[in-house]
């Protein structure tokens, strides 16, 4: 199989999804529900084994309107049912990592999965599959038609690419099959994903980290990822501290969607630049990015506002070092480009263009479908012991500079 045509046709195709089985399960489901969630192990990965450390995490995703806090290995089985009775009461649900060879066999996961269901975890992400076999393949349906039977949504990290299973079984939140951020940032690679990757099936690449890999990525192209990549989860990768030092960023973090009604390629040339725009309701957001240096980025507001002028958030880099973000509103008509006032090398900002008038209210998630895209080594964990431990964050990939501008 291959997708075919211009750039705007592979980012926004849905040939995978169109090809796979239909659903498997009842259009009323209400329980699949994607989302935000906060994750501690790429910027403090040791801390998954904390218990106190964790509820820094909840707290982190309550603070923000987040959905969900991801417990990553290390966890315990002693303290997770305390945890998830605290996030809550927070108004934020759990997501509980497992290596895949713990929920191999159909007896490992009669096992593991009522429990989880018990603890009230709401879905897991399993990891290390490490395989395209057939064995493996079959596996993920198996796993699949298991979690939903307990209602429990998924996320394959450590996977093959997606094939469409999410159309089948469409509690499958995200894939990773990417060398995302924990691999370290390439900015030309980060600039090739949403033309490849991304045009075959959500994106688990865990974006929107500020507090480290700093000479290569900025702090509003991390922001910009957010939208540029889609996954049904998003997580949003870094520590409460890292958060605290931007607190220009998070407005735009507090109302990211995760589901979209359209997206459209404005601009982009792999490994280069690009901006996606992508639409939830009547709110536009536009992610763009460019590695290395050149003139800002254009965003083009044709198509997008039906002839209205509109209010555009922008949020961008200080127009220096990356340092730090800076935020304005400014207003645009309809049918002009809106650039940043700011002017420096390069470039990486999002935005949101709503209606004159209007207020952007907290967004809150429902599960509408994924209208494109628009969609180590351990020993076996015990009752009282969750999955141990794997190497920490890897070191940055490739060496190259992306700034942002405005």
């Known amino acids: 199989m291959a997708i075919v045509g211009d750039l705007p046709a592979v980012v926004g195709s849905n040939l995978v999804d169109d090809l796979a089985t239909p659903s498997a399960l009842d259009p009323g489901t209400d329980w699949i529900k994607p989302g935000r969630s906060s994750w501690s192990w790429l910027t403090d990965w040791d801390s998954p084994r904390d218990e106190a450390r964790q509820r820094d995490f909840v707290d982190l995703a309550a603070r923000n309107g987040w959905e969900y806090v991801l417990l990553d290995e290390g966890w315990n089985a002693s303290w997770v049912p305390r945890t998830v009775r605290y996030a809550h009461t927070k108004g934020v649900d759990v997501i509980a990592w497992f290596h895949s060879r713990d929920l191999r066999t159909q007896e490992q996961r009669d096992e593991w999965l009522p429990r989880l269901k018990s603890w009230g975890i709401s879905g897991i992400k399993v990891d290390f599959m490490d395989s395209d076999s057939q064995e493996i393949h079959r ?114 973090l507090q109302n990211l969607p995760t589901t979209w009604d359209e997206v459209r390629l404005l601009s982009g040339t792999p490994g280069r630049d690009a901006v996606l725009a992508r639409r939830s309701g009547d709110r536009w957001f536009v992610g763009g990015m460019r590695a290395g240096s050149g003139e800002p980025l254009a965003l083009p507001l044709e198509g997008l506002t039906r002839g209205k002028r509109v209010l555009v958030d922008l949020l961008t880099d200080d127009g220096t070092n990356g340092s730090a973000t800076v935020h304005t509103t400014l207003r645009a008509g309809a049918g002009r480009p809106s650039r940043s006032r700011q002017r420096t090398t390069a470039g990486s900002w999002r935005s949101c263009a709503r209606r004159p008038g209007t207020v952007s209210p907290a967004w809150t998630p429902s599960w509408t479908g994924r209208t494109r895209r628009s969609r180590s080594t351990r020993r076996r964990p015990t009752s009282s012991q969750a999955p141990p431990s794997r190497s920490g964050p890897r070191s940055p990939s490739p060496t190259g500079t992306s700034r942002a501008c405005g």
């Open 139 to 252: 596996w993920y349906d198996d796993v699949a038609r298991d979690t939903a039977r307990y209602e429990l949504m998924i996320n394959f990290h450590g996977s093959a690419l997606p094939t469409g299973m999410q159309r089948t079984w469409p509690h499958i939140m995200s894939y990773e099959s990417v060398r995302g951020m924990e691999n370290g940032i390439s900015p030309e690679r980060s600039l090739i994903v949403p033309f490849t990757r991304n045009a075959v099936g959500s994106m688990d690449f865990t974006p929107v980290v500020f507090s480290r890999d700093n000479d290569k990525t900025s702090k509003a192209q991390q922001v910009a990822m957010s939208v540029a990549y889609e996954s049904g989860w998003q997580h949003i990768s870094d520590k409460p501290e890292g958060y605290a030092d931007e607190p220009n960023a998070m407005p735009f």
